[in-house]
């Protein structure tokens, strides 16, 4: 089990200088920080510890609930509801660096041209504001993006001022409320690990619960993206947010 515990630590340990290379110093940086430096001393020390029960015993069930809990959010993200009969869609930014999309994004908005290619009636929300350091808006930069890809402009709707989910989706259903007044209903497309939590706070949020098609996460992201995710979905249990 020590040699698991290490082995785990210096994987998520060389994703978090990946990590930093490609984000900077952010929350997610900062909470897959914890998790390296828990994992790693968990390793170093495992054998004293192994002697406390009552800790042995509640940090592997932490441990399993929370690689439990990230799997559901990995399956559940993977089966996509969406009928291509929708009336509009919402895609969820997933930051900027230096003014460009991220990769992470770049899937997302893939998955809503192939979205659009089947059902080209539909609206399209894109929705994030303006992180820290850059000059325009998540929103502003996917709706380039997509008209760049030949998305017709005028169907395309800018939610420039949200900065979380529980914003996207309360931000852009006044938008869509006021485009949509007799009634619509939505699809969300973002990430798979991130299609449950985005698909609840549309409930939240008061919205009727919204159909979901997924983009694909890279592969060196998922395991931060992960880490991240899934303590965000105890947040959004406990608070609603």
């Given at each position: 089990m020590r040699k698991i515990l290490a082995a785990v630590s210096i994987l998520l340990l060389v994703n978090l200088i990946w990590l930093?290379?490609?984000?900077?110093?952010?929350?997610?940086?900062?909470?897959?920080?914890?998790?390296?430096?828990?994992?790693?001393?968990?390793?170093?020390?495992?054998?004293?510890?192994?002697?406390?029960?009552?800790?042995?015993?509640?940090?592997?069930?932490?441990?399993?609930?929370?690689?439990?809990?990230?799997?559901?959010?990995?399956?559940?993200?993977r089966i996509d509801t969406a009928t291509f009969e929708e009336d509009a869609v919402i895609v969820l930014g997933s930051g900027l660096r230096d003014g460009e999309i991220s990769r992470t994004s770049q899937n997302r908005l893939h998955a809503a041209i192939e979205y659009h290619h089947q059902n080209p009636k539909a609206l399209i929300v894109v929705s994030g504001g303006i992180g820290a350091g850059q000059t325009m808006s998540e929103a502003e930069a996917m709706a380039q993006y997509l008209k760049n890809a030949g998305i017709p402009p005028e169907i395309i709707l800018q939610e420039g001022n949200s900065h979380s989910t529980y914003e996207n989706m309360l931000l852009s259903k006044a938008i869509l409320d006021y485009r949509l007044p007799g009634g619509y209903q939505a699809v969300v497309i973002t990430n798979d690990f991130h299609i449950y939590r985005s698909v609840r706070f549309t409930q939240i949020v008061g919205m009727e619960k919204a159909a979901s098609f997924h983009g694909n996460t890279p592969l060196l992201s998922l395991p931060g993206a992960l880490v991240r995710e899934v303590a965000a979905i105890i947040k959004m249990w406990l608070i609603g947010t």
């Open positions: 930093a290379f490609r984000t900077g110093i952010t929350n997610t940086f900062l909470l897959n920080l914890g998790f390296v430096i828990g994992t790693g001393a968990y390793a170093i020390y495992y054998g004293q510890i192994q002697k406390l029960k009552g800790i042995h015993y509640a940090v592997a069930i932490f441990a399993l609930l929370y690689a439990g809990l990230g799997a559901f959010a990995m399956i559940y993200g």
